[in-house]
């Protein structure tokens, strides 16, 4: 499950600053390597601060399995991935740089979305292909 941040919980409690550990299953809509799947929950590790206009900044990283086909020999192939976490939500509407949240409460989902997406290779390669690949 994506937890939510409690922005007006938190500035009642004069708490500014936390961190969140979670994981969820990602949508396997977001790949598009053939055969590929996800082989295991996204893993978060977040940390948020809430600045003195509302604004919420949360960065971190994620990690994830891959496994399935190998891109070039159709071999199993497998691997493990990580990415970053970066962003900024604003109440109301966000705008092409930040995210927007309503209600007091920043939903995470959309962001997660998004750096899964970012973190994603273009191919998944075996042990043997990316050694050729190195050579
Ligand atoms: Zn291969």
């Known amino acids: ?37 996800f082989s ?19 960065r971190g990283s994620i990690a994830f399995s891959l496994a399935g086909a190998c891109s070039r020999c159709l071999s ?20 092409g740089e930040a995210y927007g949240y309503r209600g007091g409460k920043v939903s995470l989902a959309e962001l997660l979305r998004d750096s899964v997406m970012f973190a994603l290779p273009a191919r998944l390669l075996c042990t043997a292909c990316s050694e050729w690949e190195k050579e």
């Open 1 to 37: 499950m994506i937890p939510e941040i409690d922005v007006r919980g938190c500035i009642a409690k004069k708490k500014t600053e936390g961190t969140l550990s979670f994981s969820f299953d990602a949508d396997g809509a977001l790949l598009d390597i053939p055969y590929v799947g």
């Open 40 to 58: 295991s929950p996204v893993s978060a590790e977040l940390a948020y601060r809430i600045c003195e206009d509302d604004a919420v900044e949360v």
């Open 76 to 95: 199993e192939a497998q691997a493990r991935i990580t990415g970053e976490v970066e962003g900024v939500f604003v109440p109301g509407t966000g705008d």
